[in-house]
Each structure stands twice: as C-alpha cells, then as structure tokens.
C-alpha cells in the first residue's frame, strides 16, 4: 500500500513541477506587451482576457448583460475558470498570476483526476502514470517530418493532412475553459462507472445525485465535456439497463440541476447550427485519404486499438466501448459549426482509447524480456511527436507571439478614461482586438471565426457593420454606437471620408484612431 501511494505522489509531483514550469514559460506580461510562445494560446487567449477584464471591472449587475463580443445577442459561453481569474485580478493579483494561477492549479486537477481515472479502470499506479504519459504526449507520425526538416512542428503538418493536434498545446493550453472543466470531467466519469460496477445500495443513489450537481458545475465550465459525459452516461445506461433506479437518480438529478443553470442562463442559445451528420468530415478538411489520415493523425495507436480488440476482447470494458462509440461519432456527426472542434470530443474518446492500448500493453509486459524491451519502443513512438511539441513552446529562447503590443495596452488604458463600459464600440481591429480584450468594451461585432464558431448569425451584424462604416450616421445613432476604433494597419476599404468628418477625434496613437459618436 505504501509503495503504491508513493508511485502516485510521485506521478503527481513530477507532472505538478512539469505543469508549473510550463505555464511560468509560456505566457508573458512585460514592457513588451502581452506575449505568448504558444500560437494557440495566442489565437484564444482574446476571448479569454475579454471575459476575465470584464469580471474585474464591471458591476456584478452587468455581467451577463452585453454580450461583449457581438451586439446582438446575448452572452452565453461557459465563464467559470475566467470568473476566477477576473476575481484574482479584482483582488490585486497580476495579469499574469490572475490568469496563469488557476490554469497551474487546473493542470495539477487534471493529473489528479487522470490517476483517479486510470486507477478506478482497473490499473496500477506505475500503468496509469504511462497512461498519463499517452495521453498527454499523444501525436501521430509528424515527428518523422519533423526530424526530415520538413517541418516546424510534429503534430501540425496540414500539407501532409495531418491536423489531430497534441492535446497538451491544442487543448488543454489554449481552451482554458475545457481545461478547468477536465478535472470535473474524470471525476464523473469515475464515479458513474465506479457505481456501475458494484452492487446498487444507497451510496450508489447518493453519489449519482451528485454527480447529477456536477453537471451542472460542468455545463459552466465546458460544454463539450458535458456533452462527452452525456454521451458516456447513454452508453452505460444501455449496458447497465438492470440498475435503471440509478440512472434515473441520475436523471432526476441532472435534470433539476442542468435545467435551473439552461434555463436561468443559456435558455435564449440557438443551437440550429449545431449537431450535423456530416461523415469524416474532419478526413475532408485534412485533404488527405482516410488511411492515411489515421495513419498520420494517430500513428501506431489505432493499430493497438485493433489489436485490443481482436487479441483481448478490451470492448467488454464499458469505458474502451464508450470510447469506440465517441470516436465513431466524433468522425460521424458535426457537433458544433466548425468541425476541427470536434476535436474536443475525441480528445476525450481517445483517453477512454487508451484503456484499451495500456491493457495489451500490459499483457505484452508480461511475457518477457524481449516483450518488455517492445512495449518500451511503443510507448516511446507513441509519445515522440508529443513530447516534441510541448518541448518547442517551453524551450529556453522560444520564440514568443506578440498577443498585445505595449502600444496596445497604452491606448486601451487610455479609452478606460474616456468610457464606460456600457459604451458600445465599432472596431476595424483585428482579432487581438484591445478594445474588448483589455480596456473591457463592449464591441458591435468582433472576430467572425469566433462567433460563428460559437453558432451565432455573423451575417446580420457583418451587414450592419459594413453599413454603418460606408457612412449610414442615422444606423450608427440607432445602434447605440459611442467610439468609432480604426486601426491604421487594418484599413477598411468601405470607410467613407465624409463619415470621419461627422466624429470627433478624441484619442489616438501611430497605429489607432478612436472617434466618438456625437448624439
């Protein structure tokens, strides 16, 4: 028992101090701006920076009543990891701190729940820190591209198809929000199977009542792992169906829970985007053919899937059957309007995967000497392209994106003294738009890819826009608009000059113009 307790502290305490380092070495706030050696964290960080300034500054009373991103409809998007990050900041922590502290703490959860995970599976301390390894590191066959030079980053190589990106810099690094969510994630998910596994008494009610609440924490933090939980719960239901009383405690349970925080919160969401049947879509959009999307994609694990399932029957394990089942469907159905996001369900399918890989690598282990020194070159195959990536963005001297330029954060604080933040703005910004991300304004519309990502209707408010901006000044009256922003290097062609002579210059830098709207 000791030593069994020691191999897991050890586990998390290497994979905590891997966890610190990383964030401490990735995410930079200095005299040179706001800087990032991650692209993906440099891609997401804006909508995550919007939602923590606006939780730091604005009156809890208006939380949620502008949709800082997009005038016209409301805000619904899962805040809860940027609500802690906006309260640290309220509290006098630094930008930094404030957003790097519950990631780290975040991380350390994931390892937890990632034991907690492996062990209620059926595994040893010593095979669930390997599992940790796989899942963390996973990767296809980029790293061959790599080391040819073909190539600057193993696991995103589109020339070559390959876009199934390392979980560590593709997810769980730049979608915050599913990352806050993992730990709540492994936690239902063990404990749904942890009851399905024993004899029904009425711990088994009390625990899947609450993990009913859990959802609805869940449903807050990232919906994608709620929908993957759903999806889990379904699967298990069926095979379980004798136990019916538990799943309807957890029916009832989630139900009343869920229901409250839908109704209370995301009830106005249009969800008609949504849920698509669109097979292998995400082989399309690679540009490649199926065989070699996996082959590359996956490398040698859904081969070790196959051989699972044929050599030790591993589809009696009700995990590894829900997580064949979340792989067939996240190539299937198209949860949500841009397909790469299905991403986020397979990052899940492929954990519950490796159920299946760790437990044929187990039984070869045990066959000898040769078997052993096999197993030892999978593991190491199956990490490599990994255990590259991560290592490129956290490598002394890496090379930094510039997310916010220190021209950028001075005139954000310079519209702070000059606004509100009920003031509704115009932008011709790019993505890494200062106006919502640091000075914490609303803005009429924002990034397109974000909102049409998220399933809203950008072509009402692009229209609008381009209209308001060829001069339509009775339009940008009736919107509410306060500030006109340009950004010298963005120039909208559509701007009228006649426009800009109807509103007041009131700040400005070498790069950007803000107007005020006369009323």
Known sequence: MKRRNATATLVLLVWSLFFVFLWQNIFFVDEQGIRTTSIKLWNDWVVHLTYTHIFAQWPVADWFATNPLYALEPFRYPFLVNLVSGLLLKAGMSLKSAMILPSIVSSVLLVVGLIMFYRVAGFSNGWAAVGIG????????????????????????????????????????????????????????????????????????????????????????????????????????????????????????????????????????????????????????????????????????????????????????????????????????????????????????????????????????????FYRTLVGALIILLCLSGTIEVSNIIRPKADTHTMFSAEDINIAKGFQAISTHRDLVLTTLPPNNWVHALSARPVFKAYRGWLWSYGLNVGKGEKLAQQMLKGDYDLIRDTGIRFIVFDRHNPNKHVQDDLLQKLELVLQSDRYRVYAVPY
């Open 134 to 369: 796989l899942f963390m590191f996973n990767g296809g066959m980029g790293f061959v591209a790599w080391a040819l030079g073909l190539s600057s980053t193993p696991t995103y190589v589109p020339d070559l198809g390959i876009i199934i990106q390392n979980f560590v810099t593709s997810e769980f690094i730049p979608q915050r929000s599913m990352l806050f969510g993992a730990f709540f994630f492994l936690l239902l998910v063990s404990a749904v199977y942890f009851v399905s596994q024993r004899p029904i008494s009425w711990q088994s009610h009390a625990i899947m009542a609450l993990a009913g609440i859990g959802a609805a924490v869940l449903m807050l933090s990232h919906m994608h792992s709620l929908l993957t939980f759903v999806m889990i719960c379904a699967v298990f239901a069926v095979i379980y169906w004798r136990a019916w009383r538990v799943w309807l405690t957890l029916l009832i349970s989630a139900a009343i829970a869920c229901g409250l925080v839908f109704a209370l919160y995301y009830a106005s969401t249009n969800v008609e985007r949504y849920f698509a049947l669109d097979p292998l879509a995400l082989v399309k959009y690679s540009r490649t053919g199926v065989f070699n999307f996996f082959l590359l994609n996956y490398g040698l694990f859904v081969p070790l899937v196959m051989l699972a399932i044929f050599r030790i029957e591993i589809t009696k394990h009700p995990l590894f059957l829900a997580g064949v089942i979340l792989f067939v469907l996240g190539y299937v159905i198209r949860f949500q309007p841009w397909i790469w996001d299905n991403t986020k369900i397979l990052t899940w399918s492929y954990l519950l995967l490796t159920i299946g890989v760790l437990q044929y690598l187990s039984n070869l282990w045990n066959k000898g000497t």
